[in-house]
């Protein structure tokens, strides 16, 4: 979980060093659906890993594989949801001004 952060971050940072996206919150969003593939795929390949220990109750690893299990899923989804989330507050990073909304308003 701590990589896949870590990796996230650097991914992100990499976005806002692009002249491609438009700004930076844009680059967290790029770099957050980039990444989210890589993600879950290691996450959920894992959890199959440990999945027949868990149906099959085996003796000394059932408790160990349903933790591992279950603290990875967790942990997943607070790493894709949160990291970006403190990122964004960490880095004093606004979203765009939305100008296209309140312009139709306008004329009526």
């Known amino acids: 979980l701590a990589n896949n952060a870590i990796v996230l971050i650097d991914r992100i940072d ?9 700004s930076d919150w844009e680059a967290v969003i790029v770099a957050s ?18 999945t027949p220990l868990i149906i099959f109750h085996d003796v000394l690893f059932y408790g160990m594989a349903a933790a591992i299990s279950t603290g990875l899923a967790v942990g997943t989804i607070l790493t894709l ?12 990073i606004k979203p765009p001004e939305q100008n296209g909304r309140n312009s139709s308003r306008e004329g009526e």
């Open 81 to 92: 949801g949160l990291v970006p989330v403190l990122y964004i507050f960490f880095m004093g």
């Open 33 to 50: 659906v980039r990444r989210l593939r890589p993600i879950v795929m290691s996450t959920v390949t894992t959890i199959f890993g440990l």
């Open 14 to 22: 990499l976005e806002r060093r692009k002249k491609e996206t438009t």
